[in-house]
């Protein structure tokens, strides 16, 4: 799939959340609850240290509730961090993050200091939305679509909170190959960037497998084909996704099919569990040993060449003839 992954901009806000973490008590990143691990910026992680954070897997009201559930259970397993679930149709839960934050940073409270916190997240987690709920006015600009933020900024949130609020960012390289289709899936990226069919074909596959019912009920299917480019079929039909001819459009059905996904049409539905990446992780690392047994491979042989015996043999005694006539002239010396 073709798609500008990340921009310049992007790496100057990467840049200047480096500079600015050292300056807060706790760090907050905003997941999408129905892609927790995609979602996660893996740069952050890498700066972060021993610095607290509390993980926000907002979008819960769009997520499957009992992977959310198992999601939280293993982000928590590592050190220094907490996680909560938030959704837009839940400012009250929002709310409970003020207490949290509080609650973490209680060694500062009897030195009548501000608790200074940092937010970041991806494009399009809700990340300005909650900040306005938090600060109950109209502090970011929201919007149906990434990268609204483009500059840090201060904002009071009252009761000794002032939060840093970031620019939505990505990473430079994705070691998961998987992890670009779903944060297409759910809408992470710009349509401009995405290619329905292709991200299309990855939603059906896994919808298929994973919620099988919903897509039965949805597209008013008596049987649900076993591939993915049967179902689409199928869908396309019942929702009169067809061509001059009565060809399908495959392009009309995977945008209506992405658009039902990305709104909630379809359910609560989450598109990747701890077990699934588990299983991937090992994927990737026997991928890349033997990508770097080729590579040293190829390497060798580049050093050694392709000679034939003959070649070879006529290559040592040019060689061993260098050698001795450069001994003869340091002798001569």
């Given amino acids: 799939m073709a798609l500008q992954w990340f921009p310049g901009h992007m790496h100057k806000a990467l840049k200047e959340i480096k500079e600015s973490l050292s300056q807060v ?85 009897g030195q009548a200091k501000v608790i200074k916190a940092m937010i970041t997240g991806i494009p399009n987690v809700g990340k300005s939305t909650l900040i306005n709920i938090l600060a109950d006015r109209i502090i970011a600009k929201t919007g149906n679509e990434p990268a609204v933020t483009k500059s840090q900024q201060r904002i009071n949130l009252g009761s000794g909170i002032i939060l840093f609020d970031t620019p939505g960012v990505l990473w ?25 069919d292709d991200v299309g074909f990855f939603a059906a596959d896994y919808l298929i497998k994973a919620y099988p019912e919903v897509l039965k009920e949805r597209y008013k299917l008596d049987e649900l084909p076993d591939t993915e480019i049967e179902f689409l079929e199928a869908a396309a039909k019942s929702r009169g996704a067809i061509m001059a001819g009565g060809r399908v459009n495959l392009h009309k059905i995977c945008e209506i099919l992405l658009k039902e996904l990305q709104s909630g049409k379809l359910g609560r539905i989450t598109l990747e569990t701890p077990e699934m990446l588990v299983a991937e992780q090992i994927e990737i690392e026997e991928a890349a040993k033997k990508k770097a047994e080729a590579k040293a491979k190829r390497k060798q042989k580049f050093k050694t060449g392709s000679l034939t015996p003959d070649k070879k043999d006529r290559k040592e005694k040019r060689e061993e003839k260098r050698e001795e006539q450069s001994r003869r002239m340091k002798k001569s010396k």
């Fill in 172 to 196: 430079p390289k994705l070691e998961n190959p998987h992890s670009i289709y779903r944060l297409a899936s759910s809408g992470a990226v710009k349509n401009t960037a995405m290619e329905y």
């Fill in 25 to 109: 008590d706790i760090l907050i990143e905003v997941l999408d609850a129905r892609i927790p691990f995609s979602s996660e910026n893996p740069e952050i992680a890498k700066i972060r240290g021993d610095k607290p954070c509390i993980k926000i897997l907002n979008k819960y009201d769009l997520a499957d509730p009992e992977i959310t559930v198992r999601w939280q259970e293993s982000l928590e397993k590592e050190r220094g961090v907490k996680t909560i679930t938030t959704s837009s149709d839940n400012p009250g839960n929002s709310k409970q993050l003020m207490q949290l934050i509080r609650s973490i940073c209680s060694h500062k409270d």
